[in-house]
């Protein structure tokens, strides 16, 4: 297959199959940047987080620079930033050289290790922070994978946080931590598609980028779902779609044995969904879903289409054929969003897959993903491409209302 590098969006290739054949590569993270995103014809380029011979990243949605002492953090599409610097963990003076810096296509982290109970529970960064669109959180997460629970503040220019080394299963118990414990602020730019799980067992609680997971459970102890959203825009306006299948990968069982379980995709309905609002009672803040658990067939979701999927060994990825489902999103609007539920009769067990989420940093290339191959149309959008002049602007033209180009596509001219 050959990329038609003209096609790239901000997270998606396109290949051509032949003829007018073409298949697009949706990625759930960051895969490309521009040098200048004030330029809309501006050339989307591959991502290269090689730290040139100053150790800074510059070849990212971002760049992270070195600056005495400090990481300045810059959101090329806006311009915002936010300059940190490590000033102590616990008591003692700290700088860069006491935490690693770990780059991901959308942002960067500093990380440190708690390998034992003596070691310092808590860090100081001064910080300074200009515009809005740079994200800050501090995460911390053990040997398992598990959320440790962490605490942070930004005061006078000081960032501190603070771990209380306890951690939660997903029905809430307490379970010990195991060394060692990852702590680190983290910055991003903001990202492309959004993923989540809620449960019934902590209705409202948010599980945001847990521990770089998504679960799926249906026990008597909890009900489990998981929320996607793929931005489905690099799509040409009068396209025949074919196929499309989400794929989600499986890294471990965090309970039980999900392999051989079946699991159900269904079109969410509610697109206005916030991932890191979301619980299972709400679906953005002062918003419920109309049943608890996005529940409602028909407000919240969809049973029409609904595509199951057996689960496949660890180490495997999970594959949904959701091709009805892509093209109804495909017609109304350009985001495609999915709730992924387990099918199987509850029981007294526990079985849930742990599948990589957005944010698992290790290899992006294990991030959820959605491949759509289609037919181009042949009508005013596909002439309006080859004279580089915008469908909207190509339709004023010709005297035809904006509304009615997706009729045209279908018609050979």
């Known amino acids: 297959m050959n990329e038609l590098i003209e096609r790239r969006t901000e997270n998606s290739k396109t290949f051509a199959l032949g003829g007018n054949k073409r298949r697009s590569e949706i990625s759930s993270v960051i895969i490309h940047y521009k040098d200048d995103y004030s330029n809309a014809k501006g050339l ?11 150790g800074d990243i510059t070849k990212a949605p971002y760049t992270a620079i070195h600056n005495n002492g400090s990481i ?8 915002d930033s ?3 610097k490590p000033s102590k963990i616990g008591t003692k003076e700290a700088s860069l050289s006491d935490v690693s810096l770990i780059v991901f296509p959308e942002g960067i982290k500093l990380q440190r290790e708690i390998k034992s109970d003596t070691d310092a529970l ?23 994978g598990k959320k440790v629970s962490i605490t942070y503040k930004i005061e006078s220019g000081k960032l501190t946080e603070t771990v209380s080394l306890k951690t939660t299963d997903s029905i809430g118990q307490e379970i010990p931590v195991k060394y060692p414990i990852k702590i680190d602020p ?3 730019v903001q990202p492309c598609a959004k993923d989540c799980f809620i449960s019934s067992y902590a209705v409202n609680d948010n599980y945001d980028n847990y521990g ?3 679960w799926i459970e249906k026990s008597d102890t909890a009900i489990i779902h998981t929320l996607l959203e793929f931005d489905i825009s690099a799509m040409p306006v009068g396209a025949t779609i074919s196929s499309a299948v989400m794929s989600l990968y499986y890294a471990s069982a965090a309970a039980g044995t999900p392999a051989g379980r079946t699991y159900t995709a269904s079109r969410l309905l509610r697109r206005d969904w916030v991932a890191a609002q979301a619980t299972y009672n709400i679906y953005k803040t002062d918003s419920n879903w109309t049943t608890a658990g996005a529940g409602s067939d028909g407000n919240d979701y969809t049973s029409a289409d609904a595509i199951d999927a057996t689960m496949p060994a660890t180490g495997n990825w999970c594959n949904w054929t959701i091709t009805e489902q892509v093209k109804t999103a495909y ?18 067990t526990r079985h849930i897959p742990s599948l990589w989420n957005q944010h698992y940093v290790v290899d992006t290339d294990l991030c959820p993903k959605l491949v759509i191959d289609y037919t181009e149309g042949t009508g005013w959008a596909n002439i309006a491409k080859v004279m580089d002049i915008a469908s909207a602007d190509m339709a004023k033209i010709n005297g035809v209302a904006v509304a009615d180009i997706a009729k045209l596509n279908s018609v050979t001219v």
């Open 44 to 54: 989307w380029k591959d991502i290269d987080l090689t730290p040139d011979t100053n």
């Open 72 to 79: 300045v953090f810059t959101d090329r599409k806006t311009g």
């Open 82 to 84: 936010v300059t940190i």
């Open 122 to 144: 808590t860090a100081e960064y001064d910080i300074e922070v200009k515009g809005k669109s740079v994200k800050l959180q501090a995460d911390a997460v053990d040997l398992d």
């Open 186 to 188: 983290t910055l991003t």
């Open 212 to 214: 770089s997971s998504l």
């Open 331 to 348: 017609a109304g609007s350009f985001t495609a969003d999915f709730k992924i539920v387990d099918k199987n009769a509850s029981g007294a």
